[in-house]
């Protein structure tokens, strides 16, 4: 599993070095990269083939979900974890879901509910339609044990 935004293969300081650590003061052990992390997950697919099989989506990634997941599903990956650093971006929940859904991590399904209406005009109704709300009016909506994938 592996997810970055580095190049970090071309390291630009010895690994043994005292300095390299994770507060700001620290120096960068890696070059930097491009912003597309995508970038790094063919890297590591080339590198190790079947062995990568999984990654990481920052869940802040606004208008990318939907071409992070195609990647990963391009790629043959098995997995796409969500996580997020700076703060909990739950807003982004439903877009994460939709890109999952899209590119098949995810499977969508709905519960079958059946309406009940009842013809509320005086002088009767010939055909049912819903749509004309003047004459008929939904009385309950009752929840089925059928779940229908969508």
Same mark, same amino acid.
């Given at each position: 599993?592996?997810? =970055?935004?580095? %190049? *970090?293969? #071309? @390291?630009i300081l010895p690994c043994i @070095?005292?300095?390299?650590?994770? /507060?700001?003061s620290s120096e960068? =052990? *890696?070059? %930097?990269? @491009?912003?597309?992390q995508r970038i790094? *997950? /063919?890297?590591? +697919?080339n590198r190790y083939g079947v062995k990568f099989s999984?990654?990481?989506?920052n869940s802040n990634e606004n %208008?990318? &979900?939907n071409d992070l997941f195609e990647? =990963? #599903? #391009?790629?043959?990956?098995?997995? !796409?974890w969500i996580y997020t650093l700076d703060g909990h971006h739950s807003d982004e929940f439903g877009n994460i879901s939709e890109a999952a859904c899209y590119n098949g &991590?995810? +499977?969508? &399904?709905?519960? #079958?509910?059946? /309406? !009940?209406? +009842? $013809?509320? $005009?005086? %002088?009767? $109704?010939?055909e049912f339609n819903p749509e004309n709300k003047s004459c008929w009016q939904m009385q309950k909506e009752i929840s089925t044990d059928t779940l229908l994938e969508n």
């Open positions: 599993m592996y997810s =970055a935004y580095s %190049n *970090w293969y #071309k @390291s @070095s005292t300095n390299i650590g994770w /507060e700001p960068p =052990a *890696w070059l %930097n990269g @491009s912003d597309d790094s *997950w /063919e890297d590591m +697919k999984m990654t990481w989506i %208008n990318e &979900f990647e =990963a #599903k #391009k790629l043959g990956l098995d997995e !796409v &991590f995810l +499977k969508r &399904f709905m519960r #079958k509910y059946i /309406e !009940v209406y +009842k $013809c509320t $005009c005086l %002088n009767g $109704c010939s």
